[in-house]
Every structure is written in structure tokens, then in C-alpha cells.
């Protein structure tokens, strides 16, 4: 019997699916399952009921319920307390499903025409309206015919009066037959569309915007009872909800829009920018400077490494720009829109590295009084640089090994394994090949963190870069609000000359301090300082060099730098390019 109860539902002969559901729950001994048949029975007296008033309704029930039933005797009729109670149950039932369709709309049009289709099947009316009033204005969004579909001029199909009161009111407005109504009666929308019962339901959503669910029906008198008005209101408030859902969603679509619009157009000036530093030779801010063989095939190695996730271990002395090297990876990188975290392993306590590169949750440990995110997680989908990499402790570096490995790693103190994604980027000054020989750094660590390795030149290898980085740091300095300054030759020379052992870093504090030193340009070439030494007493001098030697070295050494050109290695030893002649005569001469 079931089974043909449900195959006359699905055929669409809901009048005898009802009989047969009631049939069945009147004669189950399970309650759950006398509830399941009621609740059946229920859902095809609704669908065979759809569009009728509550007259017809009872006497459609009347009908139903007094044909003969198969086996009368065992027939048990149910109360009307159960009646109004299943009738209850299966109110909260459409309105969770009403519910569950509006919050999955994914906009507004779409949301206001199921609001409408539901606002008829819940109340039986002929047409439905939604209307929303912003800033005072109504707008007529939302219309349909329960017969004949969309109505096409809304505002004057329907009672711009009712629509007011209720939204002045508050509260909502049912009116059992307009025509005769006292207060309506004489409205030129009553009069011209012959309406009879109204039934309009205002609805907030936000401060400067309301609405309202209009229903009617032309033809009968008193459509709309108490229980299509209940359902109506609860409509209307679930109604107000999913419509403010949509109206944020679509606010956040716009600003991502519009986020994503002024990304582009940064982008595009910013690379405007660049071009422009480049045609007129000026380096970007931030970038490495110089245009020397060395330099130039450490910037051509960081091309074509950028784009690419292998993990680059930046060597080189101290003060050759390793994080410049690594910003500069970053930013030529499909990751730069990410963050970029940078930090020394050198300037961590060895206590804290483990917090610092894991973090940690409350109650780890003695003072983890809140849940932080560690460097892992604070570089996610962009790029972490480590330096001093040759620094991190050794119990330490297999766990950071196990990070590499899988992607995954634990907060302290927590159990739960969270995926990370970043780029990795190390630096050191420390000969690793060297600390891995010597067992201070695990082999499969380097192996696994220099997937390239790329050296930074130190400046003694780059002194035709000098001149550049010093108009730089100048530039910086002015950008700084430091007045305008200029350096001559002379100092140039000087500092061409001078060994850098600190490298572009000392050449940067050695130009800030000669701001400092000097009234106007730098132009006086004995204010530039002499390097530091560190050595001991002896200042490592272990024989004893002729003046004349060193001098002809020098001019050598001069002369190799500039590929054989006389003027410019003048310039640099602060000489006459006579003098450079007369020495290589000299020399020729006492060979001969």
C-alpha cells in the first residue's frame, strides 16, 4: 500500500495519495511511523489544495475524507488538537526548505522571484508583488501572475496606498474586499483593477532600505486569513535576511572589483616607473646598483631564477646585498603580491628560534598567553628569507628539514599538522660546504636549501660600480631631506681606491658620514676614513714592501681594472696620466 500510495504521488494523483497516506498512519502501530504517513498525507492535501481558499479547502477535505475507506471498521479519525498540530509541524517544515532556497541565491533578481513564487504558494493569492523602498523611493523589482507569469508594468497593477500604509504602519496591511472598503474604496488603483483581497507584509532590511510582500486576489472576497498572514510575516523576515545577504555579497563583489582594478592600474604605473628609471639609468629604489660584469651575472642569475620555486642560497661577504638579492627574487616572482618575511637566524636567541619559525598556542609554554603564527605561516604563498642560515642550531635543523619535506608543519603545543606554502630563500657568509665537512650543518639541509647557489660579488670586484652607488646614496640622502649634493673626482678617486672590507654597507655609512663632515659637496678627499683593522699589533704585515714596488702595482693593477685605458686609471690612483707614461717608460727602459 505504500509503495502504491507513492507511485500515485509521483503520477500526480495526489487525492488518492492522501487517502491511502491517512489510511496508513490511522492503522501503523509505530507513532514515528503513523507521523511519517501523517506527514505524507499532509504534503499531498497541500499539493492538491494549492490556489484554493479556505472554504474550498474544507470542502475539498470533506470530499477526501468521505468516500468509503477501504476497511471502515478499523478506521480511527484523528482530533482536531492533532490536527493542528501536524498542521504546525508541517508550517515549520516549508519554512526551513523556504529558508534554505533563499540563502543559496547568489543574486538579488534571482533571490526576489523565488521571494514572490513562495509569497503565492504560502498564501494562495492570484498575483504577487515585492516592492523595496530605498531613500524613500519604491522600486517595483519583483512580479508575477500565479497563471500568467511576469507582470510587465508592476506600479500600475497594484495599490500604491496599501503598499504606504504598511510601510508607514509598520505592520501588515489585509484588506478582505477593497472595493467596498471605506478607506480604499475610492483609490483609483482599487477602482480601475477591481481588487478585492489585499494582503501587503512590510519587511527592514537596513536603515535607508525596506520592503514589503504584496499579495492579492481580484476575484475573491476575504483570500487571506490569519494563517496566510502568519506565514506571510515569517516570510518577509526570512525575506529581509537573505536580501541583506545579497546586497553585502554584491558590495564585496564591487570593492574586490574595484580592489582589483586599482591593483591593475598600480601595476601598470609602477612598471611605467620602472621603465622610466631604466631609460634614464637610474636604479629602482631597493634594487641592486651597478652595471659591472660581476654584478650583472648575479642580476641575469636572479632572472631567470625568480620565476621558478627553487629554493636559492645567497653566499657571499657581509654587506654585498643578500637581502637585496632576495627582495629582488621576490619581486620578479609570480609571489609578490605575497608577503615577503625576512629574519636573521643570527639575531634570534637559540631559545626562541623554534617559537619564532613555528610559532606557538596559548599555554605552550610559560608566557604563551595568546595563539601566534610563526614565520612559516606568516610568509604562506609568498616568500621567507632566512640569514645567517648557517647559524640555525643543529637539533633544530631537522626539523626545519621535515617542514621542506612535506609542506606541513605543528605549532607548539599543537597537535594538529597545518599546511604551508612559501618560497624559501637563505643567505650566509659562512662556507657551509665547510660547517657540513665539520658536522655543524646537516647534509641533506644544504642539499635541500641550495638548490641554486648564487654569489654576491664583494665590492672589491666591482670598484667600477663605486661611482654609481655613491651618486645613489646621495640621491637617497636628498630623498631624506638632506640638501643637494655633489662629489668631485677627487673623492671618487680616493674612494676607488680604498679597500671596502664591510663592502656597499661601510660605502653607504662612509658617503652618510661624509654628509656629515662636509658644509656642501663632498670634495675634499681627506675626509675619507681609512678601513678598520682587527687584526693585532702587527697589523699582519709579514714583509716589508718598496715604495717603488707598490707604486707599480698599483698602476698595473689600475691599468687591468680599465682594460688598458691610461686616462681613466689616472683617475682612479689620483695621478697625472703623464706620470703613468713616464712609469711605464721607466720600467721598459730597465727591462732593456
Not at 38 to 60: D, N, P, Q, V
Not at 229 to 238: N, S
Not at 257 to 274: F, S
Request: charged letters at 30%.
Amino acid at each position: 500500500v505504500e509503495r502504491l500510495a507513492a507511485e500515485l504521488a509521483g503520477r500526480g494523483r495526489d487525492d488518492r495519495a492522501t487517502r491511502l497516506y491517512l489510511a496508513l498512519a490511522a492503522r501503523c502501530e509505530s507513532v514515528a511511523r503513523s507521523r511519517q504517513f501523517s506527514a505524507l498525507a499532509e504534503i499531498a492535501m497541500e499539493l492538491c489544495a494549492s490556489g484554493l481558499s479556505t472554504a474550498e479547502r474544507t470542502a475539498l477535505g470533506r470530499t477526501l475524507l468521505g468516500e468509503p475507506d477501504p476497511w471502515p471498521g478499523d478506521f480511527t479519525p484523528r482530533s482536531d488538537t492533532q490536527v493542528r498540530q501536524e498542521d504546525f509541524e508541517m508550517e515549520i517544515v516549508s519554512l526551513l526548505e523556504i529558508n534554505r532556497q533563499l540563502v543559496q541565491q547568489p543574486d538579488l533578481d534571482t533571490l526576489l522571484g523565488l521571494i514572490v513564487e513562495h509569497a503565492l504558494g504560502v498564501t494562495g493569492a492570484e498575483r504577487g508583488f515585492l516592492v523595496l523602498e530605498e531613500h524613500g523611493q519604491l522600486r517595483f523589482d519583483t512580479a508575477l501572475d500565479s497563471c500568467r507569469g511576469d507582470i510587465a508594468r508592476p506600479e500600475f497593477e497594484i495599490s500604491g496606498s496599501v503598499v504606504r500604509e504598511a510601510l508607514a504602519k509598520k505592520a501588515p496591511v489585509r484588506v478582505s474586499n477593497a472595493v467596498d472598503d471605506p478607506l480604499l474604496g475610492h483609490q483609483t488603483s482599487v477602482v480601475s483593477l477591481e481588487l478585492r483581497s489585499i494582503l501587503c507584509v512590510p519587511f527592514e532590511i537596513s536603515r535607508d532600505l525596506r520592503g514589503a510582500i504584496y499579495v492579492d486576489h481580484r476575484l475573491r472576497k476575504g483570500a487571506f486569513d490569519d494563517r496566510a498572514e502568519r506565514l506571510c510575516r515569517l516570510l518577509a523576515d526570512q525575506a529581509a535576511l537573505a536580501i541583506l545577504q545579497v546586497k553585502r555579497m554584491e558590495e564585496i563583489r564591487a570593492l574586490n572589483r574595484e580592489l582589483e582594478r586599482r591593483v591593475v592600474e598600480k601595476e601598470v604605473d609602477l612598471q611605467n616607473a620602472r621603465r622610466a628609471l631604466r631609460e634614464a639609468g637610474t636604479p629602482e629604489p631597493g634594487t641592486l646598483v651597478g652595471q659591472s660584469p660581476a654584478l650583472r651575472k648575479a642580476q641575469d642569475l636572479i632572472e631567470r631564477a625568480a620565476p621558478s620555486d627553487l629554493s636559492v642560497l645567497l653566499v657571499g661577504e657581509s654587506g654585498t646585498g643578500k637581502e637585496l638579492a632576495a627582495r629582488a627574487l621576490h619581486e620578479q616572482s609570480p609571489r609578490r603580491r605575497a608577503a615577503f618575511i625576512s629574519e636573521s637566524c643570527a639575531a634570534l636567541p637559540a631559545s626562541l628560534i623554534e617559537s619564532e619559525l613555528f610559532g606557538y598556542r596559548k599555554g605552550a609554554f610559560t608566557g604563551a598567553d595568546r595563539n601566534r603564527s610563526g614565520l612559516f605561516e606568516q610568509a604562506a604563498g609568498g616568500t621567507l628569507f632566512l640569514d645567517e642560515i648557517g647559524e640555525l642550531p643543529l637539533d633544530l635543523q631537522a626539523k626545519f628539514l621535515r617542514v621542506l619535506e612535506t609542506g606541513e608543519m605543528r605549532r607548539l603545543g599543537d597537535d594538529a599538522a597545518h599546511k604551508v606554502d612559501f618560497r624559501l630563500i637563505v643567505a650566509t657568509n659562512r662556507d657551509l660546504e665547510r660547517e657540513v665537512r665539520e658536522g655543524r650543518f646537516r647534509q641533506d639541509l644544504y642539499y635541500r636549501v641550495a638548490g641554486l647557489v648564487l654569489r654576491m660579488p664583494a665590492l672589491s670586484e666591482r670598484a667600477e660600480d663605486i661611482e654609481l652607488l655613491v651618486e645613489h646614496f646621495l640621491r637617497l640622502e636628498e630623498q631624506n631631506g638632506k640638501p643637494r649634493r655633489r662629489v668631485s673626482k677627487r673623492v671618487l678617486a680616493v674612494l676607488a681606491r680604498r679597500n671596502w672590507p664591510g663592502n656597499v654597507r661601510e660605502l653607504r655609512n662612509e658617503i652618510a658620514r661624509l654628509c656629515v663632515m662636509s658644509e656642501g659637496d663632498l670634495d675634499d678627499p681627506a675626509l675619507v676614513s681609512r678601513p678598520a683593522t682587527f687584526s693585532g699589533g702587527d697589523l699582519g704585515v709579514k714583509e716589508i714592501i718598496p715604495i717603488s714596488e707598490l707604486e707599480k702595482r698599483a698602476i698595473h693593477s689600475a691599468l687591468e681594472k680599465t682594460g688598458g685605458d691610461k686616462r681613466r686609471a689616472a683617475e682612479l690612483l689620483g695621478i697625472s696620466r703623464a706620470k703613468i707614461y713616464q712609469r711605464l717608460k721607466d720600467w721598459e727602459e730597465g727591462r732593456e
